[in-house]
């Protein structure tokens, strides 16, 4: 995806403003780590993303090893020692049409969920792996509702991150009214979809498929 963004197709750019749609509250929560008021950060995001996708930043992707993660960070940085005066200037609804974003719950996102002890790249790394894992979790309920499985997923998405000897089987197979062993290859089936999901989520943050184990421990390593 970002190799073909490149290419500036309308395809292609939609591809890249849909990214953006997704990890757009890791930069606004390293914005508001940075010290930043709430309005000056949406702003200043709004701002980054205008100019984003207004030119052909990925030409640039191979400076951050081909990861849009570590690229989109860098852009911020230079975009937040350069240009602040002309962010601050170009409020939303400026000459460029702005993203669509949910700027109205993300300072109380911001409150509630970050530690006070993580310095601002931190901070962008969690809330990186979060956004990627929500993304992750969409796909896979919308891959079962398109198998009329919806309502097993809501059951069984609890187990998705448990250790293996820790789900309640048992439990659930009466809950469900299943057999035990139709619960175990039920949760067996949607970890595998959700491992592969995962990683074709990484996948199309990255120019490089060898790099997909690399960011997976890298975004893992966010949470410790």
């Not at 860098?74 to 700027?103: C, M, V, Y």
């Not at 990484?202 to 060898?210: G, N, V």
Request: net charge negative; charged share 30%; aromatic share 10%.
């Amino acid at each position: 995806m970002l190799a073909a963004g490149r290419a500036h197709t309308p395809q292609a750019d939609h591809a890249l403003e849909e990214l953006c749609r997704t990890y757009w509250y890791p930069l606004y929560a390293y914005v508001r780590r940075r010290g930043y008021t709430h309005e000056d950060a949406e702003d200043l995001t709004q701002g980054f993303f205008a100019r984003f996708l207004e030119r052909n930043y990925l030409e640039g992707l191979t400076s951050e090893k081909g990861r849009f993660r570590a690229f989109l960070l860098a852009s911020l940085k230079h975009f937040l020692a350069n240009e602040w005066d002309r962010a601050h200037r170009q409020k939303r609804g400026g000459e460029i049409p702005a993203l669509s974003l949910d700027w109205e719950s993300a300072d109380d996102r911001y409150k509630i969920n970050l530690p006070d002890d993580l310095s601002p790249d931190k901070i962008y790394d969690r809330e990186w792996a979060l956004a990627l894992l929500e993304r992750v979790i969409i796909r896979l309920r919308e891959s079962c509702a398109a198998s009329e499985q919806a309502q097993l997923f809501d059951s069984l998405k609890p187990f998705l991150t448990m250790d293996k000897g820790a789900v309640p089987y048992v439990q659930a197979a009466v809950e469900l009214n299943m057999t035990e062993g139709a619960v175990r290859v039920a949760v067996h089936r949607l970890r595998k979809r959700y491992r592969d999901l995962l990683r074709e989520e990484i996948t199309q943050t990255l120019t490089d498929p060898a790099q997909v184990e690399e960011e997976m421990r890298a975004l893992l390593g966010a949470f410790n």
